[in-house]
Antibody
Framework: EVQLVDSGGGLVQPGGSLRLSCVASGFTLSSYSMNWVRQAPGKGLEWVSHSSASETNIYYADSVKGRFTISRDYAKNSLYLQMNSLRAEDTAVYYC????????????WGPGTLVTVSS | DIQMTQSPSTLSASVGDRVTITCRASQSISTWLAWYQQKPGKAPKLLIYKASSLETGVPSRFSGSGSGTEFTLTISSLQPEDFATYYCQRYNSYPWTFGQGTKVEIK
């Protein structure tokens, strides 16, 4: 059974850093593109970052470019999002999501981890 | 960037009703469109991809149609478990963007 479990959220001050993790099971991470998608409280969905299966193509939303870094650890079958220079507007639930093979639609999602940026 | 606009923002309906949600793209996206359902406190769930392909396990009362710039999600007979927020997502090119969502409420 495919499962994604994301973690690492918490309360951080503006300008601080946080690293989110997503452990995948039921499939091999190296075979799939992966993403981070976020949702601010009471708001809609915003795609944040994408890493292709081979990590050849890595993309970021303009709102996080230069501050966030997506990466993988194949030995741990895990995806990460390093978030630096955090701002109040980064406050959101962050979901890791798998891309369906051949399409950039998100067929499996983690339960989400809440990041709160506040002093 | 291509913008996605959903209508209506909120929809009040009764069990058994036929419900239609519209998603419009600011430029043509062919059929590179997906629909998701999200319930409060839960992750979104993929319902439809490539505008009209039903995801495995999704009830057949859900259907999608459209191409180019106008798309619809139809629920043929609304069930109690269908009260949720629905999002469209385009994936023809980076950056992938979502519509603002349509909340389906109990009338």
């Amino acid at each position: 059974e495919v499962q994604l479990v994301d973690s690492g959220g918490g309360l951080v001050q503006p300008g601080g850093s946080l690293r989110l993790s997503c452990v995948a099971s039921g499939f091999t991470l190296s075979s799939y593109s992966m993403n981070w998608v976020r949702q601010a409280p009471g708001k809609g969905l915003e795609w944040v970052s994408h890493s292709s299966a081979s990590e050849t193509n890595i993309y970021y939303a303009d709102s996080v470019k230069g501050r966030f870094t997506i990466s993988r650890d194949y030995a741990k079958n895990s995806l990460y999002l390093q978030m630096n220079s955090l701002r109040a507007e980064d406050t959101a639930v962050y979901y890791c999501a798998r891309s369906r093979e051949g399409y950039n639609v998100f067929d499996y999602w983690g339960p989400g981890t809440l990041v709160t940026v506040s002093s | 960037d291509i913008q996605m606009t959903q209508s209506p923002s909120t929809l009040s309906a009764s069990v058994g009703d036929r419900v239609t949600i519209t998603c419009r793209a600011s430029q043509s996206i062919s059929t590179w469109l997906a629909w998701y359902q999200q319930k409060p406190g839960k992750a979104p769930k993929l319902l439809i991809y490539k505008a009209s392909s039903l995801e495995t396990g999704v009830p057949s009362r859900f259907s999608g149609s459209g191409s180019g710039t106008e798309f619809t999600l139809t629920i043929s007979s609304l069930q109690p478990e269908d009260f949720a927020t629905y999002y469209c997502q385009r994936y023809n090119s980076y950056p992938w963007t979502f519509g603002q969502g349509t909340k389906v409420e109990i009338k």
